[in-house]
């Protein structure tokens, strides 16, 4: 029987997680609560639709011809694709059959042991690090930063392509000294291929009002340009090719 996942939803044509144009599939579940989550509706596993690999796998290949000229492929997301191991090592498994460039979005808050299976299948992995600050990490998402940044550091031993995502909330993960901390951390890893600093916005604020959740950050401004540049400045230093 084939496997089935909690799905939130897919779409065809994304063109922000991983390279060129991808179909990128929103896996249900998340251990975090992120207070600046623009997808609170992924977060309970039970929420989710149960869909087969097989009508992922027959979805994402109607698209192969734009992933193609495009050098795109398919992307995992959330949620928090690394809740469903077994699921996402399958499909992967099944695009790499189809010749389909794979790539995961993950906050890598989970153990090492339970992704090495899925990672063979993996050719790109956007690893979102909210804090290199244990305390802020902990404040911002609930829990601890170690799982993310033993899964950063297992996939510079494999040598795993990957891309460090950091979003920027003003008044919680601009500390300079954090950020510095931070690109200190990525430029001892030799696989990282990309850091993407990505500003925070609001667009996700009405589900968590729909949901009945109390949205923290109702006050917080999105960042202005010139703080989005310092940031930049500070990646670029340490690690003058990735940004
Ligand atoms: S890890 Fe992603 S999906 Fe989970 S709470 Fe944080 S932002 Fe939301």
Redo the contacts with the bound molecule.
Sequence with gaps: MDIKGKIHSYESCGTVDGPGIRFVVFMQG?????K?????D??KLSDGKDIEVDEIVREAKKYKSYMKFSKGGITVS???PFMQPEFVKELFKRCKDEGIHTAIDT?G?IEVDKVKEVLKYTDLVLL?I?SYNDNVFRDL?GISNEKTLNLAKYLTEIKKPTWIRYVLVPEITDNMEDIESLAKFISGMDNIEKIEVLPFHKLGEYKWKELGYNYELENIPVPKEEMVEKVKTIFKYYCPTLV
């Design positions: 998340c251990p975090l609560r992120c600046y989550c623009h997808n609170p992924t977060w959330g949620g928090e906050s808050c979102d909210k998402t």
